[in-house]
């Protein structure tokens, strides 16, 4: 520990036993416990840095960048801990780590217990189960829920422009959940939107329970992330449901809409026929976002509708239809292209949900799933914390009015399709060799 940090807490040992003002015994214990662990956290963010702030050294590797909050619970209260960031590379401090998967396992457990209607004394046995062997009352429960309602709600209506923080990308998407709903048991939507800052960290931006994704429930769900200053939107990336692209262009004026390049491949698979052709689309669209420049996806792009002219017409259709909105992600920077032309982003999330949902099966009410969506999204935020999502070099990208961006000069189209036909031919005999193997 450094001299600093010795100091620090030092001072607080002599405030609590010479201060005139007595602090009870629990909140001394905590005070003594946050200082303690934020000075572990200071000492090995030095380490890993090789240097203390401020300090000359040849051993450093990078430097501090800020700092995030983190809440942390303990039998001594809530500590009030800051995490620091760093310029290059990701921090988490490791003694926090165990604790960490600890407390999200056993509040999840609880929650998906409660959420669906299980006997006090089923929880208990769930609890007992992860090893806390005097296992827990019904009115620890609904503690523990209604301190989780709290967190979820402020969560979700927290203001998004602290720090003059904008969101240039946004990624939208809609999972279906069973749910009952006057009466009767219905398929909901949980939509969720998730931002990338200027930083180049992910954040989720919202979340909410709908009947369906109509344009009504869109509008409102975008207009509450736009009122709580989720501003500064260059590209939106989501699939072509015509409620949401309708209420973007509402909401979100000016920004480019890039459509899931994985969902428009599905699009174009659904009009085939038999299993084979499907197959064979899908191999066919599945090359074509693979290039390396703008007029490369875009050669491809042009000889992929020809190709499905040929076999799948109503197929060819929709990805000609689609051009515009299939390749806007060739506007921005191309180290960001393999991230913002697809929904990926979404797909670790909703499978999250998913799979948590599977316990409840059927949720009893819409307020339950929105507290164990907004759960999981909650845990999911605190995990993107730790790394960036584009690096800082990368963001940088983003705002230098000097880049290339799309196809720079004249092309030889003709030439160039050509080729991008012959690529697909390889790509797809190749395929077929495989499997044949």
Known sequence: ??????????????????????????????????????????????????????????????????????????????????????????????????????????????????????????????????????????????????????????????RLDDNDAWYPYLWLDATYVKCRREGRVASTAVVTAIGCDAGGWRRVLGVDVVDTESYDSWLAFLRAIRSRGAAGVRLVVSDAHPGLVRALGEVFQGAAWQRCAVHLMRDCMREAGSWQLRRRVGRIVSQVFRGRDAATVTAMYHA??????????????????????????????????????????????????????RVVQVFPSTGSLVRLAGAVMCEQDEIWQESRYFSEVRMNELYDDGRTRGIDGPVDWARLEAEARKMLESGLELADRVEAA
């Not at 629990?26 to 000075?39: H, V, W």
């Not at 800051?82 to 509040?107: C, H, M, N, V």
């Not at 180290?335 to 998913?354: A, D, S």
């Open 1 to 158: 520990m450094t001299h600093h940090n010795q100091s620090a807490l030092r001072g607080l040992i002599n405030e609590l036993l010479n201060g005139d003002e007595e602090l009870p015994r629990g909140e001394a214990m905590r005070r003594l416990l946050e200082t303690s662990l934020q000075e572990l956290i200071e000492a090995e963010v030095t380490a890993r840095i090789g240097a203390g702030r401020y300090e000359r050294s040849t051993d450093r590797v990078t430097r501090r960048n800020g700092a995030r909050p983190k809440q942390l619970a303990t039998p001594a209260g809530t500590l009030e801990l800051t995490i620091p960031k760093l310029r290059e590379g990701s921090f988490f401090p490791s003694l926090l780590e165990p604790r960490r998967r600890i407390d999200q396992a056993l509040w999840s457990v609880i929650a998906q217990a409660w959420i669906g209607g299980v006997s006090t004394r089923r929880v208990d046995a769930l609890i007992k189960a992860l090893g806390n062997e005097t296992g827990i009352s019904r009115s620890t429960v609904s503690r523990i829920c209604a301190e989780i309602d709290e967190y979820v709600s402020v969560f979700l209506a927290r």
């Open 304 to 357: 992929a509708c020809d190709m499905l002219e040929g076999c799948c017409p109503r197929a060819a259709a929709v990805l000609e239809e689609a051009e515009p909105d299939a390749l806007a992600y060739l506007d921005f920077p191309p180290t960001h292209w393999k991230r913002l032309r697809t929904n990926n982003v979404q797909e670790r999330t909703n499978r999250e949900i998913k799979r948590r949902s």
